[in-house]
């Protein structure tokens, strides 16, 4: 997707029908959810323990049908067609709204309960399909194109949902019935243009049993390590955010003095946070799953959610405002910003999980990996609706109960980029990356997406290696020189992403033949590895005559190669030219544009030492 823009999606049926149906329903589920708070909150003289209770209760019993049958909506997304299954979730919609219409006309508490469950099972049917059909549609380099357009929509139509709901409520239960009605239908409608989406395992043996296909699916999910950790940190997101807007039924009257308006606008800040924290995503990370902004959006939830508790620590002696009128009160805008950052950060922090996941996981298991995802997600839910609730008695007031939760983020951010390095690691060459260089990539899709392959490159600054990590999506193995593996600060990058430590046989020969027998290990284990054929940095800005330990490494495992040049880089900062490593002047060229060229992977019966330096030569050009 490099060079276009990702709202081309929107314009092209393999995308855009399910980007209007999945955001009407999240449009519906919101504007129902909305409503039926108002109704509780404001309409029905309830005090505010009562207000308190349906405020976590309601939240858990949503997610409830996420426990008993997300297993088995995992498998029916694997074992049938997605599009034709989507057309039968929007029926049931329309069917469960027009239930709730009767709820609302009654002012039935438990009824509209009962609805909020039926629509927890839509979610939960719809889930694994909303996630697993976007590889299906869309090409390696629009993923995190068309994920941020999702989290986009679903935000923008929360809000809007939350707003219409809320209003509509406010005229009367025939408004909001109408509205959660004909919403339905139209989703439906818009279902019908979604494309076909086959089956990704069609001879999949259907499992009746609800628990032990829980158990399954929780085992998927724990197959890979780095898609385990990815879905711990998603259902980490919905315990932080669960914990928060369960409370701000209660924060909205007693700390800020509002009506449902202020409530409406303080979720929709929120929302306007995530929609463009997600949009913002795809032009940080250049078209490609950048998981350097995890960190940087944890780091941004802590910071923020910290600050809502100082912002307002005590209950406020205001009464009933408006939201025009809270907006004029001292130090709202102050809570107004912290909740539109929090929003911001949140998208950079869940975007590139869900990519992430999407593009680790097995095709033919995805949608049972999203199924398990969900059950995590819904167990922590609950945990948030209990931790709200626990704490409460306790005597903690609900800005503590921010300061908690935003103090666990820390923790538990720290815990997970402990578990999985990776994390902070491409955070780290993200940061360090992008303040230093501008990159133009050309051809990255020639790196193969599965198997084992040699990259090879020339070899300009001591940057080489961090900057090809940003360029080609599949993690890669780089052998680099000892003296430059052990560079302050860069050594802990390069250890955490597994480099190779490699030697001169004069030097350290011992060190050497570990070099080789780890590289052969590696595409032993279907990995990429890159190396620098040339053995140390360019004294001259020219490529040196590649050495033949890549054709010793061929002779011993024969694997596709491909070739790569640096262009622009020399007289950059990190390069030997005016480095600051290498001389005690500034660099001449800050934030340089550079560029990277990918060659078409070359046969290893083809790919000698001299090809393939002919081959990089040609690539660079006369760009140095």
Not at 138 to 166: C, F
Not at 206 to 229: H, S
């Amino acid at each position: 997707m490099s060079g276009t823009n990702q709202f081309d999606l929107l314009r092209t049926r393999r995308f855009a029908p399910f980007f209007a149906t999945q955001g009407l329903g999240a449009f519906n589920d919101n504007a129902f959810r909305n409503a039926l708070v108002v109704l509780v909150g404001y309409h029905m003289g309830l005090d505010e323990h009562a207000v308190g209770f349906y405020s976590n209760v309601a939240p858990a019993l949503f997610i409830l049908p996420f426990f008993l049958f997300s297993a088995s909506a995992g498998q029916l997304a694997e074992k049938y067609e997605k599009a034709r299954i989507i057309r039968w979730v929007k029926l049931f919609e329309i069917a469960a709204m027009s239930l709730a219409a009767v709820g609302f006309w009654l002012k039935s508490i438990p009824l509209l309960l009962a609805v909020l469950f039926l629509m927890g099972l839509h979610s939960t049917v719809f889930g694994p399909i909303k996630y697993a059909i976007l590889p299906q549609a869309l090409r390696p380099g629009e993923l995190v194109g068309g994920n941020g357009l999702v989290e986009m929509g679903t935000s923008l139509a929360v809000l809007v949902g939350m707003i219409a709901g809320g209003i509509a409520m406010s005229e009367g239960p025939l408004w909001a019935s109408l509205l959660v009605i004909g919403i339905a239908m139209a989703g439906w409608l818009a279902s019908r243009a979604i494309p076909p989406a086959p089956a990704t395992a069609p001879d999949l043996a259907f499992n009746w049993n609800p628990f032990t296909e829980t158990w399954r699916a929780l085992g998927f999910v724990a197959k890979d390590r780095t898609v385990f950790n990815s879905v711990l940190g998603i259902s980490w997101f919905w315990f932080f955010g669960g914990v928060f807007t369960m409370q701000l039924p209660n924060y909205t009257k007693i700390f800020l003095g509002g009506t449902e308006s202020v409530q409406i606008l303080v979720l929709a800040l929120f929302s306007i946070g995530v929609g463009v924290g997600s949009m913002l995503c795809e032009r940080l990370s250049g078209h490609k799953v950048e998981i350097g902004l995890v960190p940087f959006g944890s780091i941004g939830l802590t910071v923020f959610g910290l600050d809502l508790y100082f912002a307002r620590t005590q209950a406020t002696s205001l009464h009933d405002l408006s939201a025009l009128a809270f907006l004029a009160a001292p130090g709202s805008w102050r809570i107004v910003i912290d909740f539109v950052l929090v929003g911001l950060f949140a998208g950079f922090y869940i975007v590139p999980l869900f990519a992430l996941v999407q593009s680790r996981a097995e095709r033919s298991e995805l949608s049972r990996v999203i199924a398990g995802n969900n059950i995590l997600n819904a167990l922590f839910i609950v945990g948030a609706a209990a931790f709200g609730l626990g704490l409460g008695p306790l005597g903690f007031s609900i800005p503590q109960i921010f300061l908690v939760v935003a103090l666990l983020n820390a923790a538990v951010a720290i815990y997970i980029y402990t578990l999985v390095p990776e994390f902070l690691m491409r955070f780290l060459s993200w940061i360090l990356v992008s303040t230093l260089y501008r990159i133009d990539a050309d051809g990255a899709r020639k790196v193969p997406d599965e198997g084992p392959a040699l990259l090879v490159c020339n070899h300009v600054g001591y940057m080489d290696a961090l900057i090809l990590s940003g360029v080609v999506r599949r993690p890669m193995r780089f052998v680099m020189y000892y003296k430059i593996f052990n560079i302050p600060v860069l050594r802990f990058i390069f250890r955490t992403a597994k480099a190779i430590p490699i030697a001169g046989a004069k030097e350290d020969p011992a060190l050497l033949e570990r070099a080789f027998d780890e590289i052969d290990r590696a595409l032993a284990d279907g990995e990429l590895v890159c190396l620098f054929p040339e053995g140390g940095l360019t004294r001259d800005g020219e490529i040196a005559p590649f050495r033949s330990g890549v054709e010793k490494i061929l002779a011993r495992r024969p694997v596709p190669v491909v070739p790569l040049a640096l262009r622009g880089l020399w007289g950059s900062v990190f390069s030997r030219r005016d480095s600051a490593l290498g001389r005690a002047r500034l660099p001449r060229r800050f934030r340089a544009r550079i560029g990277v060229a990918f060659g078409d992977p070359v046969p290893a019966a083809e790919a000698s030492a001299a090809a393939l330096e002919a081959k990089v030569r040609a690539l660079r050009g006369d760009r140095a």
